[in-house]
């Protein structure tokens, strides 16, 4: 018996126009990133503007874009690659999870251990430089630990900051502590099939938990004042930040090029086609013989290892990290992007995050003007968080398939018509695309 989800062309090992061993790998690469045109436009989209704010920037161009803006822009690029890994697994696998903030956040926390211990051990090595007698190795980590620790009334490193010395392993750290999180948290509730609004309260309370326990000062993050002084980048405090600020830009766009790529690669194949099959009939597809609890588990770690690097590059832009970007909002501020931005295609999530982010920046900046109405006076900062949830309101009522839908519109790409027979309950997916993938 052949799946139905088998039907996916494979080069024929006889053909004898193979063009050698490795040709037939790289041929089906090209045909099936070949599906998804929007990965070409979304590449060239990056590319132009990485040159645009390059030649604009005060660093390496005229200096008509502020540094304030071009750090702007790359946390947009990183929240944009978080938006990617929520549409992966809301928007293709049917998970609505409300704690990937939480593996954003925690992946900010592990590359802001080395940042903040680093730095203030130059600090420290540079006070006690002066002193008579050279200080031990001993003395240097107690005047660390002190420097760190001393606004919550501490002086001792905590067991968790073990590694906080090593640039690879903390690294290593912002892919294995969220994804071992991940990895927990979704075989304890996949395994006891746990689906729909269920899982997502369970995401919900986990991310709560997590930002309860930080904002405790014993948790060994500082409490509620989290890590600070995160855009001074150790061993390199001759650079400015005119310069940094692009180069933090670079890293957040290539990051989000690799990731959609990749994600592209993934979704265009036979198993992206059993993730849609399992957000549109889990059941049958457990019926059909397929491990449903094992891709919900990886794709649930992936994209919570794609939400860790995402994170990782963005505190370091944004200089600071506290529990409070921990809070549930922030997570169910990610789906609001990718549901405006257009749920099932990951342009939509892309333009979505950016669309939302950009725009946030400008209500909650203060440039927006203030609108007088005689008896109140609407000042967008205070109202900001009001028009975003009457928006996403409007979107899932009026329109289901966000402002991707529009591109949806203009390529001709439309639900088709079964005779009352729907292919699937995700009203907002590319229903037709995917049915002839």
């Not at 990056?46 to 304030?68: C, D, H, K, N, R």
């Not at 009334?153 to 067991?159: I, K, N």
């Not at 860790?308 to 529990?323: E, S, T, V």
């Not at 009001?386 to 409007?394: K, N, P």
Request: net charge neutral.
């Amino acid at each position: 018996m052949t799946h139905p989800f088998d039907q996916i062309p494979a080069r024929s090992s006889g053909s004898k126009h193979s063009g050698g061993a490795g040709s037939g790998p790289r041929i089906l690469a090209t045909r099936r990133l070949s599906r998804l045109p929007s990965t070409f436009w979304v590449l060239a989209v990056l590319v132009i503007l990485s040159v645009a704010v390059t030649l604009l920037s005060p660093a390496f161009g005229l200096g008509e874009m502020s540094t304030s803006f071009v750090k702007t822009l790359g946390k947009t690029l990183c929240l944009c690659l978080a938006a990617l890994a929520m549409d992966i697994v809301w928007g293709y696998t049917g998970i609505l999870s409300l704690g990937h903030m939480a593996f954003f956040a925690l992946g900010g926390y592990m590359i802001g251990q080395w940042l903040m211990y680093a730095r203030t051990e130059e600090i420290v090595v540079q006070a006690l430089s002066s002193a008579p007698i050279p200080a031990t190795a001993t003395e240097v980590a107690q005047g660390v630990a002190t420097q760190i620790f001393g606004v919550v009334g501490g002086s001792d490193m905590p067991w968790i900051w073990g590694f906080a010395y090593s640039l690879p392993l903390q690294l290593a750290l912002v892919v294995a502590v969220p994804g071992l999180l991940a990895l927990v948290f979704g075989w304890l509730a996949f395994r006891s099939r746990v689906t729909g609004v269920y899982l997502s309260i369970l995401t919900q309370a986990m991310t709560l938990a997590l930002s309860l326990y930080l904002f405790q000062n014993d948790s060994g993050l500082r409490g509620n004042n989290g890590l600070s002084g995160l855009q001074n980048v150790p061993g390199l405090g001759a650079v400015t930040q005119d310069v940094l600020s692009i180069w933090f830009f670079w890293a957040s766009a290539l990051a989000l090029a690799l990731a959609y790529l990749g994600l592209t690669w993934i979704i265009s194949g036979k198993f992206g086609s059993v993730l849609r099959a399992i957000r549109d009939d889990e059941a049958r597809v457990r019926f059909l013989g397929y491990p449903v609890e094992v891709y919900k588990l990886f794709v649930f770690t992936l994209t919570a290892v794609i939400c860790a690097l995402a994170g990782a590059l963005y505190y370091p832009q944004a200089g600071i990290i506290n529990p409070a970007e921990l809070a549930p909002i922030a997570s169910i501020y990610l789906a609001v992007w990718v549901a405006i931005g257009g749920r099932g295609r990951l342009y939509g999530a892309v333009i979505g995050a950016a669309f939302v982010s950009l725009l946030s920046s400008w209500f909650t900046g203060g440039r927006a003007p203030a609108v007088p109405l005689g008896f109140y006076t609407i000042d967008w900062v205070d109202w900001w968080q009001v028009l975003l949830g009457l928006s996403f309101v409007a979107v899932t009522l009026l329109a289901p398939k966000g402002i991707g839908g529009l591109f949806d519109r203009a390529l001709g790409l439309h639900t088709p018509n079964r005779k009352g027979a729907p292919l699937g309950p995700a009203e907002g997916a590319l229903q037709e695309q995917e049915a002839v993938e």
